[in-house]
């Protein structure tokens, strides 16, 4: 009789330890599970930043050419970064980036396109322009670029300017100086575009 007692009271604790046992594991499956969630909820997040990054969005900026017109648009050259090349936010040392001017007319016209900088750009940021996907001209500066955007119009034709400008990493001192000057001080930069039309008679 005493060994019954005992032995129920034994299986009554291996129930109780079974029991504990396997709500224990049940936890810590669904901890582990919900770990492997958040893991991959972050990762998931992570490669979405990921990919905003790298994804490059195309600045278009539609100007109408128009007799007698001026049409202009404030540019800081910051918005038109290619996101892989981004650092800290702003143009520094081995960025670059584009932008699309779209000139339009509704008259046969002459054209031309027209910079004015608002303040002082990096001494080694160059700039180069495609007419309808053909390379037009170099410049240091978009002032000297602009002598290449003078031309014709159909009426109701789109000429498509791409103005493509980079900041390549200098390997002589005197240069590298000056970058490393240029990207303390020059946190943007920002200038107009004008187009600027004359109907052809």
């Known amino acids: 009789m005493k060994k019954k007692k005992i032995l129920k009271i034994l ?27 958040l893991f991959f909820k972050v990762l998931g997040d992570n490669l979405k930043v ?9 600045k278009e900026y539609r100007l109408n050419v128009n007799y007698k017109n001026i049409d202009f648009r404030n540019i800081n ?13 702003k143009i520094a040392p081995g960025t670059k980036g584009s932008f699309n001017i779209i000139l339009e007319a509704n008259k046969n ?18 700039f180069k322009a495609n007419i309808n996907n053909k390379e037009i001209g170099k410049a240091n500066t978009l002032e000297e670029l602009q002598k290449y955007l003078i031309g014709y119009i159909r009426k109701d034709e789109k000429i498509d300017i791409r103005v493509n400008w ?3 990493f200098e390997d002589n001192e005197e240069n590298d100086k000056q970058d490393t000057k240029d990207a303390q001080y020059i946190k943007k930069y920002q200038f107009d575009i004008n187009a600027i039309g004359e109907e052809i008679t």
């Open 11 to 37: 299986l009554i604790l291996i129930l109780i330890f079974l029991f504990i046992k396997m709500i224990f594991f049940k936890s810590l499956s669904n901890s582990k599970t919900i770990e492997d969630f």
């Open 50 to 58: 990921s990919e905003d990054i790298i994804d490059v969005e195309e």
């Open 77 to 89: 050259l910051s918005e038109t970064i290619n996101r892989e090349t981004l650092i800290y936010e």
């Open 109 to 126: 016209s002459k054209y031309k396109v027209v910079f004015n900088s608002i303040n002082k750009k990096p001494q080694n940021l160059k």
């Open 166 to 168: 980079y900041w390549e």
